[in-house]
């Protein structure tokens, strides 16, 4: 079975030998998408390309040449405006989409600047600070908002994908969901994602073994450790908001004030959405 979609560096024996499923290549470094549009070829099928750079936005050179390549930017701020305004039409017409960190406060504001400019954006978190009160007020802006807007990620994605009866993991939006995305080094090895291949926690070696990777122990305990926390009866197996979030802020001293109340709030926002999409209200009659 091949339908896992691979997160992998740019290497093209690496990439040679997973010419049959569908990649996604990561780097820290803007000037490898030189070097992947001229590898752009029928024996790559490129799911999108994650460049996570330190410049701001602001000062990134965007290109024409990178017209054709599907990008997720991650940058840790928004920067300046004006250094932003002269490239906004060419952004537009990228296939990209725009991650900020979740680690500064302007970037909550510059994500609603740039969903409302049309360009596809989203927040990531990393090992910094979060404002879940900006965070709360940029995914009601997300989901609640009437006026024309771009997605705004997470949160358009997990509304998009809602099911009132299943679990869900954002994570897909950061190629970080092993049921769906699993990351492959240099030397073939496998791990669950990107924080896990960091920290060198490989579940398989070789490419090969990703056709077995249902039958793996370590991938099955990972993809079963939601229903493991919901025996352990500590506080997010209790919390409404489970469902969506999966405990991923377990690691915070005070929940009550922080993911609880957001993630609360977030799941109220999917379910009105998912009505919304399928109520079958009767339309008024109108002049
Ligand atoms: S929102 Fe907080 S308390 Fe609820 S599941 Fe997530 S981490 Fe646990």
């Given at each position: 079975m091949k339908d896992h979609i691979i997160v992998c560096p740019f290497d093209e024996q690496l990439l040679a030998k997973l010419s049959e499923r569908n990649v996604v290549i990561k780097s820290h470094d803007l000037n490898i998408l030189q070097s992947i549009q001229k590898h752009l070829n029928k024996s790559l099928r490129l799911h999108a390309i994650k460049i996570q750079t330190d410049v701001p936005l602001s000062a990134i050179s965007f290109q024409?040449?990178?017209?054709?390549l599907p990008l997720a930017i991650y940058s840790p701020e928004f920067g300046n405006y004006r250094d932003l305004l002269h490239q906004l039409n060419l952004i537009r017409r990228l296939n990209i989409r725009i991650f900020l960190s979740s680690e500064y406060d302007d970037n909550y504001t510059g994500l609603k600047i740039l969903s409302s400019l049309n360009i596809n954006c989203g927040l990531y978190f990393n090992n910094g600070s979060i404002n879940w009160e900006a965070m709360n007020d940029l995914m009601h802006y997300a989901v609640y908002s009437k006026t024309k807007h771009a997605h705004i990620e997470p949160f358009d994605w997990l509304v998009s994908n809602y099911e009132p009866t299943d679990y869900m993991d954002y994570h897909s939006v950061y190629f970080n969901n092993p049921a769906k995305y699993l990351h492959v080094n240099e030397k073939e090895q496998i791990a669950l994602n990107e924080q896990e291949m960091l920290n060198n926690r490989i579940i398989g070696d070789g490419i090969p073994s990703l056709d077995r990777i249902h039958v793996n122990e370590h991938y099955n305990d990972f993809i079963n450790a939601r229903y493991d926390i919901m025996l352990q009866m500590n506080e997010c197996a209790y919390c409404p908001a489970f469902r969506i979030c999966?405990?991923?802020?377990?690691?915070?001293?005070?929940k009550n004030d922080t993911c609880k109340v957001f993630f609360s709030d977030f799941i109220n926002a999917a379910d009105y959405s998912f009505k919304q999409r399928n109520s079958k209200r009767t339309k008024i009659w109108q002049l």
């Open positions: 024409e040449d990178w017209l054709k999966l405990a991923k802020f377990e690691h915070l001293t005070n």
